[in-house]
T-cell receptor, first 115, second 113 residues
């Protein structure tokens, strides 16, 4: 079975602080994808990043960075110098590469950036 | 390129009624997936359609059904509505290949009274 755990239900920080969102996953599959999505108040899920299980290289995109560690089954997301516009619910998700388009989501972390 | 569209955006129904939600994928995309989002259960996969065939199905009762048309537009139907069906229903479209991304629509918020 596949499972994604986001232990942090809510995080609140002051603008310009760095913040890390944790994601731990469980799967028996050896080939899979990991994702992060952002859900602003409008409700639409916005794709942020995809990582496949063969590629443990960390990635940086502007103020966003992702740390994938297969040894600890973790795929953490860091926002550097947070901004108010980063306020949203963030979801980590897992998809078996052979599992068509079925995403298994974590429960989400509500991030609030205070000015 | 237009994004994924879902209609209606908001819907209010009463218990026992049925409802049909619609999703138009991004032009050229052949896969449409449906998800239910509730405060208690989070985001859960309902089913996926690819080229008019159901390719994958989540763990939901038979009251939840769907279909896909030849133009890739998809509809989701819920019969005999229950209070617990109140949720945000999200649709995602993709090319359908294993390394294709999924792009989500704005969702339909269903309230069952």
């Amino acid at each position: 079975a596949q499972k994604v755990t986001q232990a942090q239900t809510e995080i609140s920080v002051v603008e310009k602080e760095d913040v890390t969102l944790d994601c731990v996953y469980e799967t028996r599959d050896t080939t899979y994808y990991l994702f992060w999505y952002k859900q602003p108040p409008s409700g639409e899920l916005v794709f942020l990043i995809r990582r496949n299980s063969f590629d443990e290289q960390n990635e940086i995109s502007g103020r966003y960075s992702w740390n994938f560690q297969k040894s600890t089954s973790s795929f953490n997301f860091t926002i550097t110098a947070s901004q108010v516009v980063d306020s949203a619910v963030y979801f980590c998700a897992l998809r078996w590469i052979q599992g068509a388009q079925k995403l298994v989501f974590g429960q989400g972390t509500r991030l609030t950036i205070n000015p | 390129k237009a994004g994924v569209t879902q209609t209606p955006r908001y819907l209010i129904k009463t218990r026992g009624q049925q409802v049909t939600l619609s999703c138009s994928p991004i032009s050229g995309h052949r896969s449409v997936s449906w998800y239910q989002q509730t405060p208690g259960q989070g985001l859960q996969f309902l089913f996926e359609y690819f080229s008019e065939t159901q390719r994958n199905k989540g763990n939901f009762p038979g009251r939840f059904s769907g279909r896909q048309f030849s133009n890739s537009r998809s509809e989701m139907n819920v019969s005999t509505l229950e209070l617990g069906d109140s949720a945000l229903y999200l649709c995602a479209s993709s090319g359908g290949l294993v390394d294709n991304e999924q792009f989500f629509g704005p969702g339909t918020r269903l309230t069952v009274l």
